[in-house]
């Protein structure tokens, strides 16, 4: 069973304060890909890395793969309370394009 | 609306009792996944569909889950018998093979 995990499991923050979170396996994944879920709606995708050490930049989120494709980071400078919500990363073997998720990270982003 | 759909978005049912899941998928989307996330759960594969045919039904958790989808779109997720532990949302995504997998907003689905 390929595991990803996810940490910390919850973050509560200031609006403005900058963060990082993170992402590692023992696996490596053809790519690796960042979602963010609202409640009661579907995980949106924010990004797919592919590349051993790649960056991606969206607006004031950073991503990178780390190296061996076995964990990535998430950086979000200046934190807004529209940041709020459940991000997850999904792994992807390959195989029939199966995600494996790992249990997310709730961000607050208190005002 | 172009984006994934699903119905309902909530079920409540008795212990014991059949239900049947619903997902829309984009049109054009051959493949199409079933999901589940429980509290505090990621979300866990069920089956895989490519096209009509299921080859990947290993997240399936016991055999009282089953899946179909006709005409290479609409797909059902039937669950017989239910128990309290199936109680969760199950999520439904579609791509075009190899690509972006789009998530519908998911049937929470809770067992009395």
């Known amino acids: 069973t390929q595991l990803l995990e996810q940490s910390p499991q919850f973050l509560s923050i200031q609006e403005g304060e900058n963060l990082t979170v993170y992402c590692n396996s023992s696996?490596?994944?053809?790519?690796l890909q960042w979602y963010r879920q609202e409640p009661g709606e579907g995980p949106v995708l924010l990004v797919t890395?592919?590349?051993?050490?790649e960056v991606k930049k969206l607006k004031r989120l950073t991503f990178q793969f780390g190296d061996a494709r076995k964990d990535s980071s998430l950086h979000i400078t200046a934190a807004q309370p529209g940041d709020t919500g459940l991000y997850l990363c999904?792994?992807?073997?390959?195989?029939?394009?199966?995600?494996?998720f790992g249990k997310g990270i709730t961000l607050s982003v208190r005002p | 609306g172009a984006g994934v759909s699903q119905s309902p978005s909530n079920k409540v049912t008795e212990k014991g009792k059949d239900v049947e899941l619903r997902c829309d998928p984009i049109?054009?989307?051959?493949?199409l996944y079933w999901y589940r996330q429980s509290l505090g759960q990621g979300l866990e594969f069920l089956i895989y569909?490519?096209?009509?045919?299921?080859?990947?039904k290993s997240g399936l958790p016991s055999d009282r889950f089953s899946a179909e989808r006709t005409g290479g779109s609409v797909s059902t997720l039937t669950i017989q018998r239910t128990q309290q532990e199936d109680s969760a949302v199950y999520l439904c995504?579609?791509?075009?093979?190899?690509?972006?997998?789009?998530f519908g907003p998911g049937t929470r689905l809770t067992v009395l």
């Open positions: 999904a792994g992807d073997t390959g195989a029939n394009s199966k995600l494996t």
């Open positions: 569909f490519q096209g009509n045919s299921a080859p990947d």
């Open positions: 890395v592919v590349t051993g050490g």
């Open positions: 049109s054009g989307h051959t493949a």
């Open positions: 696996s490596v994944f053809s790519s």
């Open positions: 995504a579609s791509t075009i093979a190899g690509n972006t997998q789009y």
